[in-house]
């Protein structure tokens, strides 16, 4: 494999990176939303739970990713 | 050198990484907005990088080595034939994501015979911005509503409407990357 199909895998990586972040910032901002409104403390693990909840949302709504047929 | 011939396609372990791996990790990670803005920015880079090159090495083809995600054949393209192959693909998967939007079949086989360049012209970086800028637009005023029909892409999976206007921009950053594969080669092979 040469240098730049190399950097290719990496860019998309980096891309792919940035996207999870921004899905997080965007659970986090759900999350804090949530907090606010229904009077909640702040708690990491929930946190982590509504982006991984927000992830699993994204993989099988509105269809199943892994499906193709 | 001699070539494989065109539609001969990629390494099976790279088809199915990007079959298996990237197809659905690019559905769960991208949206419309973020597909798009991510082609945009990519048809910036591309015009950047195009404009400071002389018209005539513009047309000038080279055989680089395989850059990821593209087909043997695919490695003697002049950084114009890379424009025009765009061009024209593009406005295939235009037209597929605009049949899918509404419902209806798209009946056409799709083969990367047809999509590739046929005329190295001189002028190709303004036919190419021409059909993006026109894609933006026909991409800002899309409802984003995800299609039921499906199209399959020649070399991967069934695509609906939105999974096309994602491929869209991993299409165009792969090819941009060959640009810059072939921008390299002529300044390693001549008076460049």
């Known amino acids: ?69 | 050198m001699k070539l494989q011939k065109p539609g001969m396609g990629l390494p099976e372990i790279e088809r199915l990484s990007i079959k298996n791996i990237l197809v659905p990790t690019v559905r769960v990670l991208f949206t419309w907005n973020i597909a798009l803005y991510f082609l945009k920015k990519e048809i910036k880079t591309i015009k950047a990088l195009v404009e400071k090159i002389p018209r005539e090495k513009c047309v000038k083809q080279v055989i680089i080595d395989r850059t990821f995600a593209i087909e043997d054949d695919t490695r003697q393209f002049s950084i114009n034939m890379v424009l025009e192959h765009l061009t024209i693909a593009g406005s295939a998967v235009m037209m597929v994501i605009k049949t899918l939007s509404d419902e209806k079949e798209f009946k056409k086989e799709i083969t990367i015979e047809g999509v590739k360049p046929k005329e190295n012209k001189l002028n190709q970086l303004d036919e190419f911005l021409a059909f993006y800028e026109n894609y933006f637009q026909y991409i800002q005023k899309h409802s984003k509503k995800y299609s039921k029909m499906r199209k399959k892409h020649p070399w991967f999976v069934n695509f609906n409407n939105f999974d096309w206007s994602v491929f869209m921009f991993m299409h165009t950053f792969i090819h941009r990357r060959q640009i810059e594969a072939i921008i390299k080669k002529l300044g390693e092979s001549d008076e460049y």
């Open chain 1, 1 to 69: 494999m040469n240098i730049n199909s190399i950097g290719t895998i990496l860019k998309i990586g980096m891309i792919a990176l940035s996207l999870i972040i921004l899905w997080f910032l965007f659970s986090s901002v759900l999350y804090i939303l949530a907090i606010i409104i229904l009077g909640y403390s702040f708690d990491i693990k929930v946190l982590f739970s509504v982006f991984f909840l927000v992830i699993l949302y994204r993989m099988f709504v509105p269809r199943n990713v892994f499906i193709n047929s």
